[in-house]
């Protein structure tokens, strides 16, 4: 491990240790952003973790900058997801932004001065992007005027920018998608009620109107054409950088359970002694073990060919194993596990949103079994038994 991610992992980890997990209580009752954190974050190098030194980035490797959010993780996984959204808008704004974007943005968003985040998903269109409607129209003098709505922004009226995927004609599919980054302060742009949640309360999320907002064409991420495919590109790297914080939720709920059960006493020792629940917390560690190799090797594999596919892998598997590790883990402490001050359930219900947010699980599962196809079509052929698939009409079976 380079000096530099072994510097940044300890500040993260510090971080989760000292402002995320003493004060994630009063956040959630609060119900507002912590921007004292988020600035905290900034300062301690955590904003701007792939962008180049020069635009004052860390300048990492996505493969090593997305083990940052196992560390925050270990504090909470939608403070991790939020900054791990914030991270991936700086690092397309410094690698596709133009020049002038750069100038006005980039070294604001690094250091966490400014927020930023992703708007893709609309009220009718959320697993299926492709039925988007928020539209942009070039205008004569090259800006854009973008009207439409978003569903599920998070950071939602606390960002400063918000990188938005949008359309710009009638014509179905994705040729025509583009990716431009709206200032908070365009007018024309306002938000909804901000949802209900039944935690992770403080990282606020809602609907996003766009009403005529004029922006300039220095705001342009993505050009007409790459806007679906760099926003599915985004989107590998929030799935990898999701399952990375999972592991940091999941060893967080292990070491509660084993915090507890090293002290509560029955049946002349502590559950820690009985065997069922060694086997209960081992399934957790060994889940835990799995997911961190499996998230490391999607993330290295981001930018290949192989990305998307192990990025739906470590989507598909890690979240699965955050909700049943948080779940086991409520079950060692009993009763107990099911009170607020041991944090247990809050863990569940993080882990159940990060198995929906930026792509579900089950879409996961879509793009594992695409995969498959292809790779069945280049095996041989098994010769199927007389009778089975031979028609397209399906045929009973004559009892003997
Ligand atoms: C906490 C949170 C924060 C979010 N933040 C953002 C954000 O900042 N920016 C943004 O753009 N979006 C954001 N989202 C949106 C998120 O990406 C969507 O919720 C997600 O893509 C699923 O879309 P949906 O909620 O509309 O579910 P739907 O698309 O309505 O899916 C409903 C169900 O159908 C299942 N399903 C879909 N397709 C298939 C299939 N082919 N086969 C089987 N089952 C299928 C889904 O898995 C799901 O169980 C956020 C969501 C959450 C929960």
Redesign the pocket.
Known sequence: MSAKLDAILAAARDHARDVITPNVATWNTERAWPRAASDKAGAAGLTGLYAPEAWGGQGLPLAEGIQVYEQLGLGDG?YA?ALS?HNICTFAACGYGTEAFKEAWARDLTSGRKLA?????EPQS???PMTMYTRATINGDGTWTIRGA??????ATEADIYFTVVKTSDAPGHKDMAMIAIPADAPGISFGPLYD?PS?RF?P?SEMYLDEVVVSEDNIILPIGQGLQGGLMAIDIARVSIASGCCGLMQAALDTALSYSKNRKMFGRTTLDLDGIQWMLGEVATDLEASRLLYRKAAEALGTPEGPLMAAHAKRFVPDAAVKAANTCTQVLGGMGLLQPYGLDRLSRLAQ?LR????????S??VIGRALKKRAAGLPDLPVPKGYGETDEPKAVAAE
């Open positions: 939608a997801f959204m985040n992703f708007a893709l998903t959320g697993s299926d978003k569903a599920w922004v998070s950071l949640t992770y990282l999320m949103m929906i947010v930026d792509g579900t699980t089950e879409v599962r879509v």
